[in-house]
Structure formats: structure tokens, C-alpha cells
């Protein structure tokens, strides 16, 4: 795994950000960690919301404080993945989202980049106020859970969503 830094969304970012959907909607991945860019209208609309949501006096009604970071890698600029850092639970959020969301390109998987995302975010967390984190997974999926244990995660239980999903909710202490 070559090095990477967490940096939030940019205008540069545009055609990274918006091949980055394209790919995972082919793929009908999940498009974690981004802030809703599925449903984006354009990429300048979607980064200044993204932008906007990090502060309580422009968020917007219902979403909690959350900062959106793109995992671009040193040697080449490319864009590997993307991690949500949200600043505290909602009801939803402490049931099922967690604080933390991410995902890494599909040709990018396997290289560590998760983990290094996740560590990387979890110090922004810190530098929050936050003393643990909670983050979670679904049930079947081993690369998320995997992610999170290599950074110390606690099970405290799993939750069922309305849909059936069975959620994993891990605690990592700061
Ligand atoms: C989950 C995801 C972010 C992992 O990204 P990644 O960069 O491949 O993860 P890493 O390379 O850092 O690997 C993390 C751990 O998962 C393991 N892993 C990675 N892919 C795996 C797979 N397909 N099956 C099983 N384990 C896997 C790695 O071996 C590593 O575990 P280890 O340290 O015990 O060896 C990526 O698969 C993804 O984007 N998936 C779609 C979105 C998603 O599910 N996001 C998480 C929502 S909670």
C-alpha cells in the first residue's frame, strides 16, 4: 500500500469524485462514506452540501455535523476511496450508521487502504473530542469487519433494520 491523506472535497476533485460514482453504480456497489453522492444533482451541489454539513450553522435540518474526506494517494493523486466522519450519533446513527463510514474502489480493494483510512480517521476523531467511536457493519460483510477489528473494535451487539439487515456495532476506543 503506497501512502495516502484524507483531504475534503475540492472543485479539482470533480471528475475523480463523479468516476468514482459512475464506477460504483455500475458495479451497484455501495456507495459508502459519501456523503449521499449517489443521489447528487452535480458534483459542485454535492461538495458544497458535503462542505456545508461540517458545521452546525449550515447544516442541513435532520443530518447531525459530518466531515467528508476523499483518500487520495500521494504518488499519483488518485482517488482510492472516500470516509464520512460523523461528529455525534443520531438515533439512527447509534443504531445503525456509526460514526464512521467508508469505501474503497473496487481495483483499489485488498491493499490496505481501508485500514489506513480508518486510522487515519479515527486521530480526526480525536482531534473531535470524541473518546470512542462507533462503527459499524453488516453482518456479511468480512472486509468491513475485518477493518474494524484490526483497529480494536469492541462488539457491543448487532441490530436488525427494517429491511432484515443485520447490523454489527463495534465500539474502538480513542
Ligand atoms: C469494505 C472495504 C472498504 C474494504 O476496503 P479494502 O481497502 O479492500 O480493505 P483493506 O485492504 O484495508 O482490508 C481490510 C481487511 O479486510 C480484509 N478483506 C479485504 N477484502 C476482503 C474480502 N473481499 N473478503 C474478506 N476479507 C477481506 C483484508 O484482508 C483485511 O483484513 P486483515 O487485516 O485481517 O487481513 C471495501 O471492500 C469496500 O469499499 N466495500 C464496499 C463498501 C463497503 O462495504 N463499505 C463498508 C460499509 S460498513
Redesign the pocket.
Known sequence: MESIRLVRPAPEHERAVMEYREEFLRDG??L??TAGLRHAESYRAWMEKARRNEFSETLDEGLVEATTFLAIRESDGALV?FIDVRHRLNEYLAKFGGHI????RAC?????????MLFQALAYCKTLGLKRALV???DD????R??I??HGGVMENTMTEDNGQVVERYWIEL
Do not use: F, H, I, W
Open positions: 456497489d455501495s459508502d462514506g476511496g463510514g467508508y469505501s474503497v483499489e480493494r485488498k491493499k490496505g487502504y481501508a485500514k489506513e459499524t457493519c453488516n460483510n468480512e472486509a468491513s475485518r477493518t477489528l484490526a
